[in-house]
């Protein structure tokens, strides 16, 4: 839903260390999730989904963990890079709607 | 594939104007296109879902006399602002889907300014 706060979560890490993302997500039915990137006065760009029928997936040094019993979404960027520095959120959605839920956002900043 | 373009991308204009953003799929079409709002450090509000040929949906608290929705093809839907307050200020971005179960794919956003 909406996010209300005005602090973003932040999330440091130094370059070439693993990242882990958390998003809590509200809705038990939800049964589609995807992660987004958004760098600063962009629109957000598709990282990597998956679907409720799965627990992981990977994609190219991202994979996405998804556990339905505490409705709980991670996301892990291996060999963290500055380019990855951004916010990241989380969306989810149930199968009969196409109308996206956004969570707050983490900002993950990449030192050298 | 699937990219999606938003003009302009910034504007800045007086208030008790009117603003028209244009969003566009460029190598798809969207049978489905969705405006959201975004203010600073704060996440995606989604504002109105719109399909080809039919009158948008809007979210609760969403002024529909305010923000107007016009979706006339599927690569083209238009949101305007119509007098615009400096409380309308925001980055506004649009997502076109090309149907379920296709995911959203989002444009570049648009920053409006209202003076």
């Known amino acids: 839903g909406e996010s209300v706060g005005l602090h973003l979560p932040t999330l440091s890490v130094q370059e070439g260390d693993n990242s882990i993302i958390n998003c809590a997500y509200s809705?038990?039915?939800?049964?589609?999730f995807i992660w987004y990137k958004q760098e600063s006065g962009k629109g957000p760009q598709f990282i990597i989904d998956i679907r409720s029928n799965m627990d992981k997936r990977q994609g190219q040094r991202v994979t996405v963990l998804l556990n339905k019993t505490v409705k709980h979404l991670s996301l892990q960027i291996a060999a963290t890079q500055p380019g990855d520095s951004a916010v990241y959120f989380c969306a989810e959605k149930t199968y009969n709607t196409d109308k996206l839920i956004f969570g707050t956002g983490t900002r993950l900043q990449v030192f050298p | 594939g699937a990219v999606v373009s938003q003009h302009p991308s910034r504007v800045i204009c007086k208030s008790g104007t009117s603003v028209k953003i244009e969003c566009r799929s460029l190598?798809?079409?969207?049978?489905?296109m969705f405006w959201y709002r975004q203010f600073p450090k704060q996440s995606l509000m989604l504002m109105a879902t719109s399909n080809e040929g039919s009158k948008a949906t809007y979210e609760q608290g969403v002024e529909k006399d305010k923000f107007l929705i016009n979706h006339a093809s599927l690569t083209l839907s238009t949101l305007t602002v119509t007098s615009a307050h400096p409380e309308d200020s925001s980055f506004y971005i649009c997502s076109a889907s090309a149907g379920l179960p296709d995911t959203q794919y989002f444009g570049p956003g648009t920053r409006l300014t209202v003076l």
């Open positions: 809705n038990s039915a939800s049964d589609y």
């Open positions: 190598d798809f079409q969207a049978t489905t």
